[in-house]
């Protein structure tokens, strides 16, 4: 591992890059927001989708994407990507014990927005704790119901869920003062949109789809006006994986 900006130096182990991070504790009235991401070179964060869903991290991004995670008070995911992938998004044992030295509970919240509801509650991401499942007023009531014996459910606006009612509900009813966000594609795009992101960490894998239906890091109905400015924090390189970490500028 090498460290290119903002200074070069070799890096010993390269899972520790992101372990020494400090992050601002929230921002006015709402948590602090992060994305964590890994694309290929051609921008897609699924590869061959449609058939069989491959890996696009190395073993390193994935170990990474844990070791973000320690960060952070809850981990929010879409429930298209809760559905392709249901575990529970975690930290192992002895990251569990570095949250508990750091005053955190050992494992974050998790947290899925759904308007569907159509979840996957029987399996392993519920068998972790009672997470957070925020939707729409538009939703089938008879549904949230239903979820409601799986998690705690938040209604955040009418036809769609609202990430800033989201982040106000997350910071005031949970306690969230750093948000971790992991896709997909859409649910990115809102929180984009919303100007409600501030920092972005992204894997560039050494890959490329080229599918057209694979799905890009950040997608949604127009053009996000204006247009985010991102300003580079850190840079390493790890055979020829490259690991970005960008703060949104304000």
């Known amino acids: 591992m090498e460290q290119l900006y903002p200074i070069r130096q070799e890096v010993a182990d390269p899972f520790s890059i992101y372990d020494e991070i400090e992050l601002p504790e929230a921002g006015e009235g709402r948590p602090f927001v992060a994305v964590n991401m890994v694309t290929t070179v051609d921008g897609k964060i699924t590869v061959n989708k449609k058939e069989r869903a491959e890996p696009i991290g190395s073993p390193v991004d994935r170990e990474l994407m844990k070791r973000i995670r320690v960060h952070f008070d809850a981990v929010l995911r879409g429930a298209e990507t809760v559905r392709a992938n249901p575990y529970f998004p975690g930290v192992p044992e002895p990251l569990a014990d570095r949250r508990e030295s750091l005053g955190k509970s050992r494992q974050p919240v998790g947290v899925i927005v ?85 920092l972005l960490f992204c894997t560039l894998a050494p890959k490329i789809s080229g599918f057209r239906e694979d799905l890009t890091m950040i997608s949604g109905a127009s053009v996000i006006r204006p247009t985010p400015r991102l300003k580079l924090e850190t840079l390493y390189v790890h055979e020829d994986e490259l690991y970005f970490r960008w703060r949104f500028a304000s």
């Open 114 to 198: 759904s308007r569907s509801l159509d979840l996957p509650f029987e399996s392993p991401y519920f068998a972790t704790g009672f997470p957070v499942i925020l939707t729409a007023a538009a939703s089938d009531p008879q549904k949230r119901r239903q979820a409601s014996r799986y998690a705690h459910v938040e209604v955040v606006g009418d036809d769609a869920v609202d990430p800033v009612m989201a982040l106000d509900v997350l910071y005031r009813k949970y306690g969230v003062r750093r948000l971790l966000v992991e896709g997909g594609a859409a649910l990115n795009y809102t929180f984009v949109q919303s100007g409600a992101l501030d």
